[in-house]
């Protein structure tokens, strides 16, 4: 072999020890060393640290990160040993030492003799000496294993960082020195994601753009001379596409902000940083907003609303990209879509007695649970029986909406011909066949006191030009009468000489006609007055999925609703969406991808304790992914969200909790059992633990106030 060869070999063997010195460099700070790994077993491991270096490095906070690593950046480096690795340690606890006892014993006695004297203390040089004072400064720290960090060729031949969940191996006689990570290299480990997932997110959206989310911070107490100031986090808006996330917290600890920069964040992809490798993307977001927050301007946000993002793309456009929708005007908002249905048209009938259904409480009467099976499915116009029985149904309901003080629209055509029997009012007093002899509304016998009632409501129908109030008392006049002698021989009669042999009211009718007759029917419809509108001729929910589809954000200001009416309507929009996505997944087509915001999602999705897998919100959790539909829920009680959704939870962002029913139920979940006293004792605003789809473990930060800034504050 030339010794030319034997160069090239040489390189070819010396590179990849190159590249892992060179890896290895940038993560292991020899300043920032803090002492040794004296035992460990696959989940936790203990540290001998010394007061020395734990102030040199500013402190050791609870829950901070930790390195152990026996590599030797002195010495060449073959990445492929076991032990060229580094081990990720999180802070939980101190832990005993063999000398504590007897260090304890002797502190107390030091402590005795400088009792009463405030200006000294018992580790001062006159009580305590140095060589003692540094024997009894070392200390344990338990540590939870966070997992390890290791080098591996790519498909190119170039090494990468890779990160695995657990120790692959441990001996345990076998050294290992402590480090505090700080600045670039924290940054490496709490920013990582691995190579995967960041091909996965370019194969299925050719997207891999990261956002900045905040910094990290590991307590409460956060002073600035830990050395872990400034070193940024951030997420990946494509782990939110397609999946559910999870915000929890207290009023006031950073839920709103934090929902804001993740709204930000996904609308910022239609215009990636990197034009070379990132293609735009026009996500349709959507946010139900019970308190206006985002929808509105406001001093406590210092009025950089969410509605006004799109000032922050060079030529954004608020049409192409904004659009609020509302029940109700607002006097700084002239574009908002008002979010109102006319429940008359003929089109809307199904869709208004959807929001009906949905505004009745559970366990309502057996009349209303009655109603509520009630549909509107037009039959074939060739089924001359079904269409009479149909609109005679659709007549009733209308006259029902009237009675309940729903504006009738000005345009309404409607009629009572060829809708009723001239037996039911005239009855068949001559009949030659004795069985077939009865009286009708007009003559009734069997019921004389109500009979001047039943005369008055035989006329409203047969006049032509009755309104429908008048129907209205007339239906509820006709229910009365169904109860009759009278009407019961009708009926007999009707069925003889029907070709179906069906009663001449079918069941549907009688459900509406009851309502009718009820004090409290027509009462309990109009609580839905507020969407209804006689001038409207589309239906809003198509509306916003259509805005959804052209990837704009839609922000629902549901401040002024009723909290019935909120759900209902939320409820009607979302399973729109659900059936949209679903039916182009179905038909082979690729769903748009949409990603809904619930605030305040203990008023609107299923009760911890309601297993209806049938609801919507459970149906998105459970098959959203699929039809490309993702969902970002906040609120003030882990234990008030379904626990499917729970299940399907891919990303969490965590504040203040104040109690540990709540606290339990987040620590069934990845590793926030070891956050659960920080999150029920740290209050700050703003101080979260992350969790998302591409970080294998939980990250401690401050996540970063949402502004809008003209462009004279950019500058």
């Known amino acids: 072999m030339s010794d030319f060869e034997n160069i090239i070999n040489s390189f070819h063997e010396d590179q990849p020890k190159n590249d892992a010195k060179e890896w290895f460099s940038k ?52 990445y492929k040993r076991e032990d060229a690795s580094i081990i990720l340690l999180r802070v939980v606890d101190s832990t005993t030492i063999p000398q504590d006892g007897e260090v304890e014993r002797v502190r107390v006695q030091t402590a005795q003799r400088v009792t009463g004297l405030t200006d000294k203390h018992w580790d001062h040089s006159e009580y305590m000496d ?46 290992l020195k402590v480090y505090k990570p700080k600045g670039d290299a924290l940054g490496v480990f709490a920013n990582y994601v691995d190579p995967k997932n960041i091909k996965d997110h370019k194969d299925d959206f050719g997207n891999t753009q990261s956002v900045k989310l905040g910094e990290i911070r590991y307590a409460s107490t956060n002073r600035k001379h830990q050395g872990i100031d ?12 397609s999946q559910k996330s999870a915000l929890f917290g207290m009023t ?93 048209l003929d089109d809307n009938l199904p869709i208004g007695k959807d929001i009906i259904d949905a505004s009745f409480r559970k366990g309502e009467a057996k009349f209303i649970e009655n109603f509520k099976q009630v549909f509107f499915e037009k039959p074939e116009e060739s089924d001359k029986s079904a269409t009479t029985r149909y609109n005679r149904r659709v007549l009733a309901y209308r006259s029902l909406l009237a009675k309940a003080d729903f504006e009738i629209p000005s345009n309404l055509n409607f009629s009572t011909a060829g809708l009723f029997k001239a037996e039911l009012f005239d009855g068949r007093p001559n009949a030659r066949n004795t069985s077939e002899r009865f009286n009708g509304m007009l003559n009734v016998q069997s019921d004389t006191n109500n009979a001047a009632k039943y005369q008055s ?59 009718l007759w009820r004090p409290n029917g027509a009462k309990q419809i109009g609580a839905v007055r507020d969407n209804h509108s006689s001038s409207t001729t589309s239906d809003y929910a198509e509306d916003i999925y259509n805005d959804l589809v052209k990837g704009k954000l839609v922000i629902i200001d549901q401040s002024s609703g009723e909290p019935l009416l909120n759900k209902s309507s939320a409820e009607r929009i ?61 609120t003030q009680e882990v234990s008030s969200i379904q626990k499917n959704i729970l299940r399907n939870t891919a990303n969490w962002f965590i504040s203040h909790l104040n109690n540990t029913d709540e606290t339990k139920e987040l620590v069934k979940y990845y590793d926030f059992i070891d956050f659960e006293p920080s999150i029920r004792r740290a209050q700050d605003k703003g101080f979260l633990r992350v969790k998302t789809l591409s970080s294998p473990f939980i990250v401690p930060m401050q996540i970063d106030k949402f502004e809008i800034k003209s462009d004279e504050q950019r500058k």
Request: with cysteine.
């Open 252 to 344: 006031r600890t950073g839920k709103s902000n934090t929902t804001k920069i993740i709204a930000k964040s996904v609308y910022e992809l239609r215009h990636p940083k990197d034009t070379n490798t990132d293609k735009p993307l026009r996500i349709g977001q959507i946010i139900f907003d019970p308190n206006g927050e985002y929808a509105n301007e406001n001093v406590q946000d210092n009025n950089s609303a969410l509605k006004n993002i799109w000032q922050l793309l060079p030529k954004g456009k608020k049409e192409d990209e904004i659009v609020t929708y509302g029940i109700h005007s607002h006097d700084n908002d002239p574009d908002r879509k008002m979010m109102l249905l006319n429940f008359y």
């Open 457 to 515: 409501a035989a006329k409203i129908f047969q006049s032509n030009d009755s309104s429908l109030k008048s129907l209205a008392t007339a239906f509820s006049t006709l229910y009365d009468f169904m109860k009759t002698e009278e009407y019961k021989a009708f009926d007999r009669w009707y069925i003889d000489q029907s070709s179906t042999g069906e009663s001449w009211a079918d069941g549907d009718f009688e459900k509406i006609l009851e309502m």
């Open 27 to 78: 993560l292991i700070q020899e300043d920032q060393y803090i002492g040794d790994l004296y035992a460990t077993n696959y989940e936790e491991s203990k540290v001998l640290v010394h007061d020395t270096y734990r102030e040199k490095v500013g402190g050791i906070p609870s829950l901070c990160f930790l390195i152990a690593t026996r590599i030797n950046l002195k010495e060449d480096i073959d």
């Open 230 to 241: 400034n070193v940024a986090t951030y997420i990946f808006p494509a782990d939110l596409l």
């Open 574 to 634: 979302m399973w729109y969406i659900f059936r949209k996505n679903q039916e182009a997944f179905r038909s082979g087509q690729l769903p748009s991808e949409i990603l809904v915001y619930v605030e305040e999602a203990h008023n609107i999705l299923p009760a911890g304790s309601d297993l209806d897998l049938t609801d919507v919100w459970v149906r998105t959790a459970k098959e959203g992914s699929k039809y490309h539909i993702g969902m970002v829920y906040a």
């Open 130 to 175: 140095e060589k003692t004072r540094s024997v009894f400064g070392f200390a344990g720290i338990a540590c939870r294993i966070v997992g390890t960090f290791f080098l591996e060729k790519n498909n190119n031949g170039n090494l990468e960082l890779k990160f695995g969940t657990d120790l692959s191996n441990f001996y345990s006689n076998m050294a």
